[in-house]
């Protein structure tokens, strides 16, 4: 039986792009129709980041060669499993940079400047009885980026040209980066009146933002988080917004999406985004080509376009 190779499908993986081109070469297998009989054919996985592709799953495909995540993030793949197994990880850098600085700077804008409280406050009606009133500035204001990565990089650029001084917090400090650099994320947060971040899930970054670090930002203080729930502690920030221990925040991503907790939506300091942060049709296109070319790169033989750190490639 010489069956076509399959590649598993942990969701539904933009459909134009993915699944049509894939289609072409694979057989397609979604989640629930793996079986003892059709997991030997697998070869790659595209994930869209919502499955848990762990070790448990790995280990029901005897010919798995890759795993492709539509997504520079990756923290929903055991990266380290995969390597131990010497299978492939790639995900989606750069092609979603710009993407994603652009909303983040649309959501630090919204929430200092209040403006999807302004938007209701003229549908409501407001407006006819009074000016909207005065509210917080960026002005003034020292942004402090944790995660000086990819997207760290291109959020900095923006804030040059809005003449807002950065300085940022990483283990390492960038050689390639000219701005103040705290090895410590508390001292950081004492310095700046806002935190936008931008580093990636998983173990090592759970809970970095806790209540000490929102405590040390300060009853003026903005949080930004556009990278993933788990980097929050959310029942101490929504804590601190009630307190008013820092002033607002905007958020792009929960802990437990897309479920996001029903305290917040009675908070007016409290900007709500439903993790968009790459979400157009030119860059998810673009993604989606990414985890096709790592596919087909590297079941050609020509290996992976961008495999993750943990990967085991290039082999010595
Ligand atoms: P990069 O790997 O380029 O950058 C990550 C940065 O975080 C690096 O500067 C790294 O520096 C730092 N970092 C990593 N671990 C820690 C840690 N434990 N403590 C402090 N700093 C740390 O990633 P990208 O910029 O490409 O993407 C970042 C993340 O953004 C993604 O992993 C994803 O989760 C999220 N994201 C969210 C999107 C959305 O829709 N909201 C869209 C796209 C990405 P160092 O190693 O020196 O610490």
Same mark, same amino acid.
């Given at each position: 039986?010489?069956?076509?190779?399959?590649?598993?499908?942990?969701?539904?993986?933009?459909?134009?792009?993915?699944?049509?081109?894939?289609?072409?070469?694979?057989?397609?297998?979604?989640?629930?129709?793996?079986?003892?009989?059709?997991?030997?054919?697998?070869?790659?996985?595209?994930?869209?980041?919502?499955?848990?592709?762990?070790?448990?799953?790995?280990?029901?495909?005897?010919?798995?060669?890759?795993?492709?995540? *539509?997504?520079?993030?990756?923290?929903?793949?055991?990266?380290?499993?995969?390597?131990?197994?010497?299978?492939?990880?790639?995900?989606?850098?750069?092609?979603?940079?710009?993407?994603?600085?652009?909303?983040?700077?649309?959501?630090?804008?919204?929430?200092?400047?209040?403006?999807?409280?302004?938007?209701?406050?003229?549908?409501?009606?407001?407006?006819?009885?009074?000016?909207?009133?005065?509210?917080?500035t960026l002005r003034?204001?020292?942004?402090?980026?944790?995660?000086?990565?990819?997207?760290?990089?291109?959020?900095?650029?923006?804030?040059?040209? *809005?003449?807002?001084?950065?300085?940022?917090?990483?283990?390492?400090?960038?050689?390639?980066?000219?701005?103040?650099?705290?090895?410590?994320?508390?001292?950081?947060?004492?310095?700046?009146?806002?935190?936008?971040?931008?580093?990636?899930?998983?173990?090592?970054?759970?809970?970095?933002?806790?209540?000490?670090?929102?405590?040390?930002?300060?009853?003026?203080?903005?949080?930004?988080?556009?990278?993933?729930?788990?980097?929050?502690?959310?029942?101490?920030?929504?804590?601190?917004?009630?307190?008013?221990?820092?002033?607002?925040?905007?958020?792009?991503?929960?802990?437990?999406?897309?479920?996001?907790?029903?305290? *917040?939506?009675?908070?007016?300091?409290?900007?709500?985004?439903?993790?968009?942060?790459?979400?157009?049709?030119?860059?998810?296109?673009?993604?989606g080509q990414l985890?096709?070319?790592?596919?087909?790169? *590297?079941?050609?033989?020509?290996?992976?376009?961008?495999?993750?750190?943990?990967?085991?490639?290039?082999?010595?």
């Open positions: 039986d010489q069956a076509r190779p399959a590649v598993l499908l942990t969701g539904p993986v933009m459909e134009e792009v993915v699944e049509r081109q894939l289609a072409s070469r694979f057989d397609l297998l979604p989640l629930d129709a793996l079986s003892d009989a059709t997991a030997a054919a697998v070869r790659a996985i595209a994930t869209r980041g919502k499955e848990r592709v762990d070790e448990a799953l790995m280990a029901r495909l005897p010919a798995l060669k890759i795993v492709a995540n *539509f997504g520079v993030g990756y923290d929903t793949v055991d990266a380290a499993a995969a390597a131990r197994r010497g299978v492939i990880v790639t995900n989606t850098p750069d092609v979603l940079n710009e993407e994603v600085a652009d909303l983040t700077l649309g959501l630090l804008l919204a929430t200092v400047r209040q403006i999807p409280q302004a938007d209701r406050f003229v549908r409501d009606g407001k407006w006819l009885k009074g000016a909207y009133p005065l509210g917080p003034e204001r020292t942004v402090g980026i944790v995660g000086m990565g990819r997207i760290g990089k291109a959020i900095a650029r923006r804030l040059e040209a *809005f003449a807002v001084p950065v300085a940022y917090h990483s283990r390492r400090q960038q050689p390639d980066v000219d701005l103040p650099y705290f090895a410590s994320l508390l001292d950081l947060a004492r310095a700046v009146s806002v935190l936008v971040v931008i580093v990636p899930g998983g173990a090592a970054t759970r809970h970095l933002v806790n209540a000490d670090v929102l405590a040390a930002l300060g009853p003026d203080g903005i949080l930004i988080n556009v990278a993933r729930g788990t980097v929050v502690d959310e029942a101490a920030l929504l804590k601190a917004l009630q307190s008013r221990t820092i002033l607002a925040a905007g958020l792009d991503v929960f802990e437990k999406e897309p479920h996001v907790p029903e305290a *917040f939506l009675g908070l007016d300091n409290v900007v709500l985004l439903p993790h968009v942060g790459s979400s157009t049709h030119h860059t998810r296109a673009a993604m985890v096709v070319d790592n596919i087909v790169a *590297f079941l050609d033989g020509k290996g992976p376009l961008t495999p993750v750190a943990e990967t085991p490639w290039p082999k010595a």
